[in-house]
């Protein structure tokens, strides 16, 4: 079952603007995550923020996470075209050794020049 | 794409055939995942393995089947019996007690 639901599920940007993604999720969770995927391709790995935690930066990256929305928001600031690509919110649930995610269905984002 | 990598990155078989997707990781990563992801959707767990000879069904495990014979290595077999085999096959590994995953290229699988 896929716990996320992201919003918007597509957003269309220039160059320069930031871009807003939003994550709801329904259970409670370890941490969340946000990954990038460009088209045809693996995931990446962006940000990982706890439950324990409400924000977290990274470089032109800033996530939030309320667990009493359960929700999450990451944040690109200054968008590059190079940012085209979908963003994954995914939450973890951690068992023995390994981290179970349960991902959302994603946001595209397209930044134009 | 770190230290992970999916061969091949095309596979095209006829229905009715058993088709074996190959992972493999250098990490050194304890723990490894095979998700399915189909156009448009998020990814979806099949199966997850966190030691060597021990593997756990994910969420939609029916149809498919997994080894972990060696550390570095998590083959997915897609057996005749999944219904709708076509789709983006992610493998993916985590170090233990970290978090984050590691993701392959992926294989594109089409049955026809």
């Known amino acids: 079952s896929q716990q996320g639901e992201e919003d918007p599920q597509a957003l269309s940007i220039q160059e320069g603007e930031n871009a807003t993604m939003n994550c709801s999720y329904k259970?409670?969770?370890?941490?969340l995550q946000w990954y990038r995927q460009n088209s045809g391709r693996g995931l990446v790995h962006l940000i990982l923020i706890r439950s324990n935690e409400r924000e977290k930066h990274s470089g032109r990256l800033r996530v939030t996470l309320d667990t009493s929305k359960k929700s999450s928001s990451l944040l690109i600031t200054a968008s590059r075209a190079a940012d085209t690509a979908s963003y994954f919110c995914?939450?973890?649930?951690?068992?023995?050794?390994?981290?179970?995610?349960?991902f959302g269905t994603g946001t595209r984002l397209q930044v134009t020049l | 794409d770190g230290g992970i990598t999916q061969s091949p990155k095309y596979l095209f078989r006829k229905e009715g055939q058993n088709v074996t997707l190959s992972c493999e990781q250098n990490l050194n990563h304890d723990a490894m995942y095979w998700y399915r992801q189909d156009p448009g959707q998020g990814l979806r767990l099949i199966y997850y393995s966190q030691i060597v000879n021990d593997f756990q069904k994910g969420d939609i495990a029916e149809g498919y089947s997994v080894s972990r014979e060696k550390k570095e290595s998590f083959p997915l077999t897609v057996t005749s019996a999944q219904k709708n085999p076509t789709a983006f096959y992610l493998c993916?590994?985590?170090?233990?007690?970290?978090?984050?995953?590691?993701f392959g290229p992926g294989t594109r699988l089409t049955v026809t």
């Open positions: 993916a590994s985590s170090n233990q007690g970290a978090r984050e995953q590691y």
């Open positions: 259970t409670s969770i370890n941490n």
């Open positions: 995914a939450t973890a649930a951690v068992t023995g050794t390994a981290s179970k995610l349960t």
